[in-house]
């Protein structure tokens, strides 16, 4: 079989490693930082262990697959648990709303907000998980670029059900009329950089997926399943390198030959996956201008390791802002950092104590922010302060108890040093905007119609961004090398 050269062990570069090795290559991953896992990668501060990007995990189906196609089992690796209730939002007057899988707790949390909301959400999980069933069996799992061929497995009803042409907000909008519903349901778009506003109606399976199937979180963090995923790939005999930046992918007549890597070595080899974010490595790698493509916001994140536990704070909360709109409009349109912007909290603490060191207890802030495009040059010291002590001001007048004198040791990753650490596009923090328009067949393809013989994986190719479908690329794209072979 041929030797396939693997650009970055994000999760998207060892899913699609794991995936190849299986099918017979002989598989070599070329990873730019000290360590495996990209965006998923752990952080180390006060004496804590921080995961530096995702904290939620969904659709733990997608790893225990990854696993078993390789003969093993995902919770013999790691183990799971289960976070209930799963999210928390706060709105600047005060309203307070709480998530939970346990359907009567649901029940009645959303009643308390919206008189008659218990039976409309009973509607509404019932056509979401219509919409789950349509996507995760009949269009996420498939290689087709062709949108004729995409949708024909669909009859006409599902097709209707959809939603394409409505937004994720005016779906939402069907079944419930309280603002904090929809909002809240609403912000899961988030869970992709995107908008409800932008996003099609079908994807109100993020909230149905959560609410149906769980969140969860891995012992010892998220970068605990990212290390049981790099030891399969390692005891299945994929080669990695840390520490290797590729500088260039080679190309003669149209065709791979190969990569160059920074300290000047050559790895000869007829397909090359890369797994830096797809337009990056057309600008980057290729010297191709990249394709016109949407973008989903950069991120601002603070790690904090706190000197008490920062009491009347859950494991994950959201604290949206007065203006839901205007907040979503100023961060895909906008050019300046937003005064009021939306921001999410993670406080793990909360549902594992092991988390936390005598006298520590840590807390993320993710604060979506602009494209890097957008805004500009940025003084980030000054930026980041400012939105600092507007998080802190927004955890004081919610009633949590952080006193910033309590913040033992703090760490900031800005858009730019996200940009710069992991050749994220545009600091762009999710890849590939969820469009209509780029999404299913529209997305960008996972392999190149230009250069024979290069792939791509992860977040901003099929079918999509976010942990499992990031894990899911990989699987993808070893099918297609296969199909391109015969
Ligand atoms: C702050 C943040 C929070 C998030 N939260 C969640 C969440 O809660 N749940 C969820 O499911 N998803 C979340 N996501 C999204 C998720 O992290 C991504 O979709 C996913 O990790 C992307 O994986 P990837 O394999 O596509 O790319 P990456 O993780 O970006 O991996 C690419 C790898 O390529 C390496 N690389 C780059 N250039 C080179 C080069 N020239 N040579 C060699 N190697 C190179 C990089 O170092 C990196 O390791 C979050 C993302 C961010 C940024």
Redesign the pocket.
Known sequence: MDEVTV?????????AAIHLRLRGHRVTV????P???????RLELGGLRF????????YPWVFEELFSAAGRDLHGAVALRRIEPTLSYRWPDGTRLTLSSDLERLREEFEQIEAGAARRLDAFLVDAGEKFRIAFEKLVPRNEDHPLRYFAPLRARELVRCALWRSMYAELRRFFRSRYLVEALGSYAM???GSPFELPGLFSILPYGELAHGLWLPRGG?YALIEAIQTLARELGVTIETR????RILIEDGRVTG?R??DGRRQASPIVV????LP??LA??VGQPPPPLKMSPS?L?FYWAVANRPEGLGHHTIFLPRDYRAAFDQLNRGARIPAEPAFYVAAAAASDPEVSAPGAWPVFV?VPLPLLSRLGPIDWAEASGRLREFVLRRLRDSGVELDPTKILAERV?TPKD?SE????FDGS???AAHTLGQMGPFRPRNYSRRVRGLYF?????TP???????AL??KLVAQRIAAHAR
């Open positions: 650009i970055g062990a994000g999760l998207g570069g060892l899913s070329f990873e730019a930082g360590g495996v896992g990209g965006r998923a990668n995961d530096t990007g995702p904290t939620l995990l969904n869970y992709l950089g998220i290797c930046r590729v500088e990569v890597l920074a890369s797994n830096l974010d990056a490595t980057e790698l991120v994140t993710l990753l996200w650490r992991f050749g994220l923090a999710f890849g994986s992860g977040a901003s190719t999509g961004t976010g942990l499992p479908m990031v690329s990989g």
